[in-house]
């Protein structure tokens, strides 16, 4: 079942870029510009109620690198647009990836300006490149950040992702069930991303199957039949309260064959009377160890929410409004040339300065709680006390590390989102809060001096 | 280079669901209960701002139908979940949909309430379908009616799709661009997609680009060189107005050769000022018809801000916004079971009271514009005057109609847009502005006869 990425073929990859990457990289080719540049990603800024983002998607960057090709299906239909030249087919046809990647690993907390992503490599490669990393990076960054806050306000509940029905498209909804198990949720519905990437699935029952059967009960007693030790019931289809009795009806039923109702789940109504009610039901009915789970246009804000008016509840089932990242759905990571030959580069259109030449970036703790990071350039002596957060990940187009399994990337984004200071843990951002990053004192003068020559150069007031 | 559709192969599709489904199917198969059944996939509410929706996603949809399978890797991979009968599985690796399939042609405007697509098919195989419709259909309705959006605002200027960095994922990005043409948009950056669907592809250059070079105008000569006829030259890296300055140095040298700069794109700053400015440097310098392309982070409503304001501009590229239709990121389509063999069928949960039966949605116009729509049961007599919407597309698991091509799918869409009553074209949409969408007295009696019954049978109040 490979590609396990974006279900891009090697042989489809290449072609997934945006137009002018392919133009400039033939212009680059026949002005004999094809020497190395060096290309950061970062995001310039923090997307509206998030406090820090949440870094995810490099394994299948890494997968895209090391496997992008140009088969001559691609070439042809490049040369039918009449504006390449020969010699730059020629290049893609023998297309291999062979510069350098510095990465922060999946899991890794970030702040804006920090280069979470380094390739240096000749100049037509790393631009070619630019779409799909941008593609795969922003769209990562965006659930796993969604996620995280999803299951900090879950306070310990299990989340389960049940986004694939309104998630944009089949690779969003894989992207979506990885990235929310890196940030912390325990499970997905998403049936072929929990083959691929073995993370565990679930699920309970439709409104559909409680409406085929002719009443709610004997839908519910065919339900629990089958999955005597499994069965989740949907008790809202009519009413939840009569739901919950039919419920515990099934729940004694079941005692007296020995097995035990794993719970119910109620999906629309006002959630906290609901789930209260139907905890004391239960727990009158001796039925204290049937859960309760909670869906329905559930995200951080909700989760808060309920939790804060007391609803009785034991696991989210959290679709829509976490697998479209609807307050923020996207994170504006950008791609950006920091240096090249003829030395250090930056860009100063209105309000998208960038920090020029290769970084790194070091984070500080204090009692296991993040302090700040600080962004030095890369071939400056590393600070004492500072854990550097780019790690090499690819030289000369080889891996030259073990890319961690998906647990160990979970573990770390645990830890990472336990070292969160509070402030940047509440679902509600105030305005004031901001984590420290640091710029050294080298690359603080670096840029200065880079604004006074380039605006000279340019002629620029 | 098949599928086209969402990456995925014959193979992999049938595992692209929700786990419930295969669990409910698997009790279903269990209990005899494989009897046809009828499903409407249609949207609860509009998302906010939107006054319509525009269809689009049938094709991948068919394709699906037609060639979804359960190859032996995937029955392996449910039968280790040690739930699943082995009759479910065996049932599996024979699965071929049977059923027969209604839909709106892409390219419909649509309404709430509206089924947009109706599957009659054996219950089990129709559950299973679930997931991988709405997916389809809701990304693609969001895309699709996000673009038409952009596209009105444009008032008849060229609208590319620059969004492949910030959409959900590749497929997303591939969606994308397929459903912003069908909603008019003139081209897209995304290469793949140009090959996979045959929609023009377009770019200018990237800052990078221009930082490449010793100076601006270095790079500005060296692309003109490369594509005289075709050249967009990106003003905005260092200072928009000495840009416009290099560019009409680069124009006047390219006419020199018999060449014509194409354009200019200004992708930051204030575009309103900036573009009128360079409008007028451009105009006095001689060069009249150099477009000026704008971009960064539009979408409707800064673009009719833009024009409103007087922008000088022929064509926008518009990105992200558009791409992860930041707004209003999904549309809540649902599927609903509502009829079975043992007869009509209805959901009574708060707030998601569904219309029983199978059914067809009629329009009416007047003076060419939409009118009123009108959903009637299936089986009515048709309305005089009234067009219908749902089309017979799949019979016994056969194709019996031809699906139209993409320009012809984009051609309805723009008859569609075209016919909408001005209201509901306006981008800031009044709230008390709805389109006129009836039900027939036979439907109507129906749902009320219904409510009745269901909760005699529940013993509900």
Not at 49 to 76: I, T, W
Request: glycine content about 8%.
């Amino acid at each position: 079942m490979e590609p396990r990425f974006g279900w891009l073929t090697p042989d489809t990859m290449g072609l997934f870029t945006d137009m002018y990457e392919l133009t400039m990289a033939d212009s680059y080719l026949r002005h004999g510009m094809n020497q190395w540049a060096t290309f950061d990603l970062f995001v310039r800024h923090l997307p509206p109620n998030r406090a820090f983002l949440l870094n995810a998607g490099l394994e299948p960057v890494v997968y895209y690198l090391l496997h992008m090709r140009f088969p001559e299906e691609s070439l042809n239909y490049l040369r039918e647009q009449g504006i390449f030249s020969d010699a730059f087919l020629d290049y893609l046809r023998h297309f291999r990836f062979r510069g350098h990647v510095w990465a922060m690993p999946e899991g890794t907390v970030f702040f804006p300006g920090e280069p979470v992503l380094r390739v240096t490599a000749p100049r037509i490669q790393a631009q070619i490149l630019e779409t799909f990393l941008l593609n795969t990076v922003n769209a990562y960054v965006t659930f796993a950040t969604k996620a995280a806050r999803v299951v900090i306000a879950a306070q310990g509940r299990g989340v389960a992702d049940f986004s694939p029905r309104r998630d944009h498209g089949t690779d969003a909804a894989i992207k979506v069930a990885r990235a929310s198990y890196i940030a912390g949720c325990v499970a997905t519905s998403n049936v072929v991303a929990g083959h691929l990437f073995g993370i565990p699935i679930t699920g309970t029952m439709a409104h559909s199957y409680v409406m085929s059967f002719p009443t709610e009960l004997d839908a519910f007693r065919a339900y629990a039949a089958d999955y005597p030790d499994n069965a989740v019931l949907l008790i809202d289809t009519y009413d939840t309260l009569q739901g919950a009795r039919h419920a515990i009806i099934v729940a004694k039923e079941l005692r007296a064959r020995g097995h035990e109702l794993r719970g119910v789940r109620i999906d629309s109504g006002d959630l906290v009377t609901l789930s209260r009610q139907v905890r004391r039901m239960l727990d009158e009915a001796g039925f204290p160890n049937v859960r309760i789970f909670l869906s329905g246009d559930l995200d951080e804000y909700r989760i808060e929410e309920l939790l804060n008016a007391g609803a009785a509840v034991d696991a989210f089932g959290v679709g829509t409004r976490m697998g479209t990242s609807v307050d923020a759905p996207y994170v504006g990571g950008v791609y950006k040339l920091v240096e090249d030959e003829a030395g250090l580069k930056m860009k100063l259109s209105t309000g998208k300065v960038t920090l020029p030449g290769r970084k790194q970036v070091y984070r500080f703790y204090e009692n296991g709680r993040m302090h700040h990071d600080l962004i030095t350039l890369a071939d400056e002596p590393a600070p004492p006390g500072g854990v550097p957060l780019l790690q090499e990940i690819i030289r000369d187009g080889e891996l030259v590390t073990d890319l961690p399994s998906l647990s160990h990337i979970r573990e770390r984004a645990a830890q990472q989102l336990a070292a969160l200071p509070d402030p940047l843990r509440l679902i509600h951002v105030p305005e004031d809060i901001h984590y420290d990053v640091r710029i050294s004192p080298a690359l603080h003068d670096l840029r200065q001096r880079m604004i006074q020559r380039t605006r000279e150069i340019e002629g620029i007031g």
